[in-house]
């Protein structure tokens, strides 16, 4: 399993607890991180642990999320509705999910709103670092770094058998 970022996050600070982020999961967890810069705004990243690619996002909405089953049954709405409304594609900012295969099988619909969302984001989201989770408040921070935690905290099996979103929330 990899997690992927749809770089550059609309609020730099975002972008960069972000991308350290991604960084202390590859460390600790062992997980690929990949960056795809579809929204440069920011500074070049350097010393990052994983591939970064510049692709256009209509590249990316076409390879990831158009027509993509898996994604259709784990976000509560269309990826046309999700991240091309209007012709216009809303990407930047959001992280996936991709399984050994390339597809996507989660992606955050709403990029780093800082409380998080869902009826139990408050609750999943413990304001101090606890032996077995030191990570999880740091991470929560982002919502879709928060949101991608709590699915990764399942094995990559109920993931892939998971029938929606709300699951992980």
């Not at 972000?18 to 991180?33: A, E, K, M, P, Q």
């Not at 046309?80 to 992606?107: K, P």
């Not at 409380?115 to 670092?129: E, F, I, L, Q």
Request: overall charge negative; proline content about 7%; glycine content about 6%.
């Amino acid at each position: 399993m990899m997690v992927q970022y749809y770089a550059d996050a609309e609020v730099q600070s975002w972008h960069n607890h972000t991308i350290r982020l991604l960084g202390t999961i590859h460390d600790v967890h062992g997980l690929s991180v990949e960056i795809d810069r579809i929204d440069e705004r920011y500074r070049s990243i350097t010393d990052f642990p994983g591939k970064i690619r510049h692709p256009s996002p209509e590249e990316v909405y076409k390879r990831d999320l158009k027509r993509n089953h898996d994604l259709t049954e784990r976000i509560d709405q269309r990826p046309s509705d999700a991240y091309a409304r209007s012709g216009n594609f809303d990407i930047a900012g959001n992280i996936a999910l991709v399984d050994d295969e390339g597809t996507v099988q989660w992606a955050s619909t709403l990029p780093g709103y800082a409380n998080g969302y869902g009826p139990d984001a408050v609750r999943m989201r413990p304001s101090t670092p606890s032996k077995t989770s030191p990570l999880l408040p740091t991470i929560a921070y982002v919502s879709s770094i928060s949101n991608c935690w709590m699915v990764m905290k399942h094995s990559a099996r109920t993931l892939m058998t998971a029938p929606a979103r709300s699951e992980f929330l």
